[in-house]
């Protein structure tokens, strides 16, 4: 099972990035796929997750209303369109794929919100 990530950089505060995981090695309507991200000195958060086979989706409070997840089937690929970004949202953002039977994680990939 791989998940890649990608998608971070550097942006200022204000402006918008887009994070995609393309999930290989699954099947990927059994999986719900999210990101988590975890800055320097704080605790790992859930940002944001779609299910995969119903498209039910879950934000954290800190990020609803500014960034929005979609799933996309055909290609196995989940993006995060992060919108408004603050200083605070600086962070490696990790994709993550849970099903009742396994948990797998991707490689990071930073995002840097300037203010």
């Known amino acids: 099972v791989q998940l890649q990530a990608s998608g971070g950089g550097l942006v200022q505060a204000g402006g918008s990035l887009r994070l995609s995981c393309a999930a290989s090695?699954?099947?990927?309507?059994?999986?719900?796929i999210g990101w988590i991200r975890q800055a320097p000195g704080k605790e790992r958060e859930v940002v944001s997750c779609?299910?995969?086979?119903?498209?039910?989706?879950y934000y954290s409070d800190s990020v609803k209303g500014r960034f929005t997840i979609s799933s996309d089937s055909a290609k196995n690929t989940v993006n995060l369109q992060m919108d408004s970004l603050k200083p605070e949202d600086t962070a490696v953002y990790y994709c993550?794929?849970?099903?009742?039977?396994?948990?797998?994680w991707g490689q990071g990939t930073l995002v840097t919100v300037s203010s």
């Open positions: 779609i299910s995969s086979s119903d498209r039910t989706t």
């Open positions: 993550n794929a849970l099903s009742t039977r396994a948990a797998y």
């Open positions: 090695g699954l099947t990927f309507d059994d999986y719900a």
